[in-house]
């Protein structure tokens, strides 16, 4: 059903969102290629940071297009096939991202608490297969989730009330038993969602005790600021992540889904460029 009704606000919205959507493609394109191509950036941190960037893209790509296609034709239909794809795709990529933000916590806390240890805890290798795990494990985490919805029966109505295929208005068409759905969305969300942010957490009071315990205040800044950027990142996305998703189905409000849902998708790529790069000397050099 989209974002409005309106038809005065389709074409401007449309306007909004191409430049929007293009914004977010070429600056998590610019941090992929400048990782890519200049050798000083080829360290855990930014590798870290541009597989982020190939994530927000991602994830942003399996809702733009389709939404800039129903805001410019008003043509607002989406096959069964479509719409299942589109729910996985968006899950595999919001779960790697949420391991890719604890692997970035992770590297943070070696750095700051084991500096003379950090080349060997994230050598080359072990910051690959640390990257390579984290994109398997997101690949299969929503599998069975998908599994679950496809196996649904949608006899209510076909009027999703959103812009994208999402679990909680999909659920609410359903008219099959959804409790089993429900228990595995707070499994997935307590294993990927508060395991991981529960790590970072933990791992964030290790490195601000660390930081503290730095006796010269030009080391702590320069400590605290290399650490800035991922924790302003972490409290966007899992703020807009618990609003939309750790909540019963009875608490569905589609004005309120639609709003976090449009920040999650639209607020946190645009912001993660900026945010990584602004006041890094490195990425600037």
């Known amino acids: 059903q989209g974002l409005s ?32 191509c200049c050798s000083h950036l080829h360290t855990p941190m930014y590798m870290f940071l541009c597989n982020l ?10 809702i733009l297009p389709k939404l800039l296609v129903m805001l410019f034709t008003q043509c607002k239909t989406i096959s ?28 943070r806390y070696i ?6 240890s950090y080349f060997h805890f994230m050598s080359p290798n072990h910051c690959t297969t640390l990257i390579v795990a984290v994109w398997i494990i997101g690949l299969i985490e929503p599998l069975l989730h998908t599994v679950f919805i496809c ?26 038993y959804t409790l089993i759905i429900e228990i595995w969305t707070y499994i997935l969300g307590f294993l ?10 933990i791992s964030y009071v290790f490195i601000i005790s660390a930081i503290l315990n730095i006796k010269s205040a030009g080391g702590r800044h320069k400590a605290f600021s290399t650490c800035a950027s991922h924790m302003t990142c972490v409290i966007i996305f899992y ?7 750790i909540k019963p189905t009875s608490m569905y409000s589609p004005r309120q889904d ?28």
């Open 80 to 107: 069964f096939v479509e719409c299942m794809i589109q729910v996985y795709f968006f899950m595999f990529f919001v779960c790697t991202e949420v391991l890719v933000l604890s692997a970035m916590a992770y590297d």
């Open 53 to 62: 960037s190939v994530l927000d893209i991602s994830y942003t790509s399996t």
């Open 239 to 245: 703020g807009t992540m618990f609003c939309l998703y």
């Open 5 to 36: 009704d309106l038809p005065q606000l389709q074409f401007p919205l449309f306007v909004a969102f191409v430049l929007v959507y293009t914004t977010i493609v070429l600056s998590n394109l610019v941090i992929f290629v400048s990782v890519i």
């Open 192 to 201: 990927i969602g508060i395991c991981m942010f529960t790590f970072i957490v």
């Open 258 to 285: 639609k709003f976090y849902a449009l920040l999650y998708v639209i607020l946190i790529p645009l912001l993660n460029p900026l945010i990584y790069t602004l006041k890094n000397k490195d990425f600037k050099q």
């Open 111 to 116: 750095a700051i608490c084991f500096p003379l």
């Open 151 to 176: 196996n649904s029966t949608y006899c209510s109505s076909h009027h999703i009330d959103h812009f994208f295929c999402d679990v909680s208005p999909l659920m609410k068409l359903s008219c099959s």
